[in-house]
């Protein structure tokens, strides 16, 4: 009859260990899902929310998870339940005897007796001894839960242990889950920042570049005018220009004039142009080789030319260089200069007047 009776009992026990194990699971699976569909990133709502489910399934009065600084130098009270002082949790002697759990790295209960002799002062709801499984993350131990005082009264058993083994796995997962979601958050800020920036530093690069598109159009537009004025075109009479020439010509300056002359010669058909050079005062070799250039590129067109205001340290140092300038009329000033044009022009006038009336 004893035999018998044992056997029901372990029957009935082992049906309330499956039965237990049973809930077990289903409870994992729903712990599994809340954390899937609120998708947590804070630390402190992870251990919240998951503290408060398991003490509910374990119908526990206190439970609270303790988690390491960001430091890693002290343990921090979360998601505490029913704890009045959560300041006594991480004295010196608590934070020494919980980390002492923490490195144990496995679901335990913890009795009574070796609570009292690891810490004296230990909190009445913890002297009767609690459950607690450590948290690792990266293979670190970095928190611990705890679950105290069950309202049945029956204390923890086994498969209580394998729950909590379970939940601190979903712990991790959900914490590691966190980092690395801030981390990307704070990746695709710093990413959008940046982005920004240099969309800024784009569209303030292409202001700068406009900017000095308009700068080196004026600057253009500048050159032009200062070319137009320092070789000016005028017109003194009928078919007769003068171009009035001061400082140094060098190359770039000779072509300018040549171009400056020629248009200005073909736009209004002059026949006669006066080069005065009052305003140079050196003349060198290349110099008065770029004043013939001119005055056969003009005569080419059909135009004479009179060069007039030579400085009588110009004409000696014509003389001393050799520079010959006997084809070229030359006379003293601008004025006289007119004067022969306007001369030339009446005789040409008059020649073309008596051959008109000769046929």
Same mark, same amino acid.
């Given at each position: 009859?004893?035999?018998?009776?044992?056997?029901?009992?372990?029957?009935?026990?082992?049906?309330?260990?499956?039965? #237990? #194990?049973?809930?077990?699971?289903?409870?994992?699976?729903?712990?599994?899902? $809340?954390?899937?569909? !609120?998708?947590?990133?804070?630390?402190?709502?992870?251990?919240? $929310?998951?503290?408060?489910?398991?003490?509910?399934?374990?119908?526990?009065?206190?439970?609270?998870?303790?988690?390491?600084?960001? @430091?890693?130098? %002290?343990?921090?009270?979360?998601?505490?339940?029913?704890?009045?002082?959560?300041?006594?949790?991480?004295?010196?002697?608590? =934070?020494?005897?919980?980390?002492?759990?923490?490195?144990?790295?496995?679901? +335990?209960?913890?009795?009574?007796?070796?609570?009292?002799?690891?810490?004296?002062?230990?909190?009445?709801?913890?002297?009767?001894?609690?459950?607690?499984?450590?948290?690792?993350?990266?293979?670190?131990?970095?928190?611990?839960?705890?679950?105290?005082?069950?309202?049945?009264? @029956?204390?923890?058993?086994?498969?209580?242990?394998?729950?909590?083994? =379970? /939940?601190?796995?979903?712990?991790?997962?959900?914490?590691?889950?966190?980092?690395?979601?801030?981390?990307?958050?704070? !990746? $695709?800020?710093? /990413?959008?920042?940046?982005?920004? @920036?240099? +969309? &800024?530093?784009?569209?303030?690069?292409?202001?700068?570049?406009?900017?000095?598109?308009?700068?080196?159009?004026?600057?253009? +537009?500048?050159?032009?005018?200062?070319?137009?004025? %320092?070789?000016? /075109?005028?017109?003194?009479?009928?078919?007769?220009?003068?171009?009035?020439?001061?400082?140094?010509?060098?190359?770039? #300056?000779?072509?300018?004039?040549?171009?400056?002359?020629?248009? @200005?010669? $073909?736009?209004?058909?002059? &026949?006669? *142009?006066?080069?005065?050079?009052?305003? *140079?005062?050196?003349?060198?070799?290349?110099?008065?080789?770029?004043?013939?250039?001119?005055?056969?590129?003009?005569?080419? !067109?059909?135009?004479?030319?009179?060069?007039?205001?030579? &400085?009588?340290? /110009?004409?000696?140092?014509?003389?001393?260089?050799?520079?010959?300038? =006997?084809?070229?009329?030359?006379? +003293?000033? !601008?004025?006289?200069?007119? #004067?022969?044009?306007?001369?030339?022009?009446?005789?040409?006038?008059?020649?073309?007047?008596?051959?008109?009336?000769?046929?």
């Amino acid at each position: 009859m004893n035999e018998e009776k044992k056997g029901t009992d372990r029957i009935s026990a082992l049906e309330k260990q499956l039965q #237990r #194990r049973k809930k077990s699971l289903e409870y994992l699976q729903l712990i599994t899902k $809340t954390f899937v569909s !609120l998708n947590l990133t804070e630390k402190n709502a992870i251990c919240d $929310t998951l503290t408060s489910m398991v003490a509910s399934f374990l119908e526990v009065k206190k439970s609270f998870m303790l988690v390491l600084s960001p @430091e890693g130098d %002290s343990l921090e009270p979360v998601g505490a339940f029913n704890v009045s002082d959560p300041g006594a949790l991480v004295a010196p002697m608590a =934070s020494a005897f919980w980390g002492m759990l923490m490195e144990d790295r496995r679901a +335990r209960f913890v009795a009574g007796d070796e609570i009292a002799g690891k810490w004296p002062d230990v909190p009445g709801y913890l002297a009767e001894g609690f459950a607690c499984v450590s948290l690792d993350v990266r293979d670190k131990p970095v928190g611990l839960m705890v679950f105290a005082d069950r309202s049945d009264d @029956e204390g923890f058993i086994d498969e209580d242990m394998e729950l909590l083994s =379970s /939940v601190a796995g979903i712990a991790a997962m959900a914490l590691t889950n966190a980092e690395a979601i801030v981390a990307q958050q704070a !990746l $695709t800020a710093d /990413v959008e920042s940046k982005a920004l @920036e240099a +969309r &800024r530093e784009s569209r303030e690069k292409q202001r700068a570049m406009a900017e000095l598109d308009q700068q080196l159009e004026i600057i253009k +537009r500048q050159q032009f005018a200062i070319r137009e004025l %320092s070789t000016p /075109v005028l017109q003194l009479w009928d078919d007769v220009l003068a171009l009035p020439i001061i400082g140094v010509v060098d190359t770039k #300056r000779s072509v300018e004039i040549m171009e400056r002359l020629l248009a @200005e010669v $073909t736009n209004r058909q002059s &026949r006669y *142009v006066i080069l005065d050079i009052t305003g *140079v005062e050196v003349v060198d070799t290349k110099t008065a080789d770029h004043f013939i250039k001119v005055v056969k590129a003009a005569e080419l !067109l059909g135009t004479t030319c009179v060069l007039t205001g030579i &400085r009588p340290a /110009v004409a000696q140092t014509l003389v001393e260089i050799g520079v010959d300038l =006997s084809k070229v009329l030359t006379l +003293r000033n !601008l004025q006289d200069g007119l #004067r022969e044009c306007v001369r030339m022009r009446k005789a040409r006038a008059s020649s073309a007047a008596t051959l008109s009336a000769g046929e």
